[in-house]
């Protein structure tokens, strides 16, 4: 995704959200730098969240049997950043299948504005946002949702998907920032 998109730069706070087995976590590592191995370049930080345990990953910083919903989990990730704004949420999260569309679709969909309520609270301005959705009737109103706070957002497959999956990515960019009352 990233090699279309360019989502990942040196020097960025990531957040890796259901990050296990851990392929996301590896690459963006590498394209942000959170290992510091080119000191030409600014040294990001990456944080991987997931349910299940992870096997450590060079210059990652993982959450491993953490419930991304859990207000303790995200406790935890901003006693992590210590004060640091996130500039890319990635997010491969998704319920276990029941095989059922629709419920499928309204699991992923909760799991969805979990991650977007997260990213909105706790990111730069300017920050990016891809969230795993599967499609279903809920797509137009999250797409709506993510309108409100970044100024493009659309649905993108990844190259690897089958055409037939109802597998699709929500690319967010140009987080706007929280109006302070």
């Known amino acids: 995704m990233d090699d279309r998109f360019s ?18 976590s590896q690459v963006a590592a590498s394209k942000i730098n959170s290992t510091s191995t080119n000191s030409e ?6 944080i991987g969240i997931d349910l299940q ?7 990652v910083t993982l959450l491993g049997n953490s ?3 859990s207000p303790k989990t995200w406790q935890k990730i ?9 500039d890319v949420v990635l997010s491969d999260m998704a319920p276990n299948a029941s095989g059922v569309k629709h419920l499928d679709h309204d699991l992923i969909i909760k799991l969805a504005y979990s991650v977007i309520k997260f990213a909105v609270l706790n990111s730069n301005v300017g920050a990016t946002c891809l ?3 599967l499609d279903g009737n809920q797509n137009s109103e999250i797409e709506n949702t993510l309108l409100k706070f970044y100024s493009n957002v659309k649905f993108v497959k990844p190259e690897a998907s089958r ?8 690319l967010a960019r140009g987080f706007k ?5």
């Open 7 to 24: 989502i990942l730069k040196p020097g960025q706070c990531v957040i890796d959200i259901g990050a296990a087995p851990g392929s996301w």
């Open 41 to 46: 370049i600014p040294t990001g930080l990456l």
């Open 53 to 59: 345990q992870m096997y450590p990953i060079k210059g």
């Open 67 to 69: 419930d991304f919903t």
């Open 78 to 86: 901003k006693e992590l950043l210590n004060g640091r704004p996130i």
């Open 131 to 133: 969230i795993k959705i």
């Open 163 to 170: 055409s037939d999956s109802a597998e699709k990515y929500l």
């Open 177 to 181: 920032g929280l109006k302070q009352s």
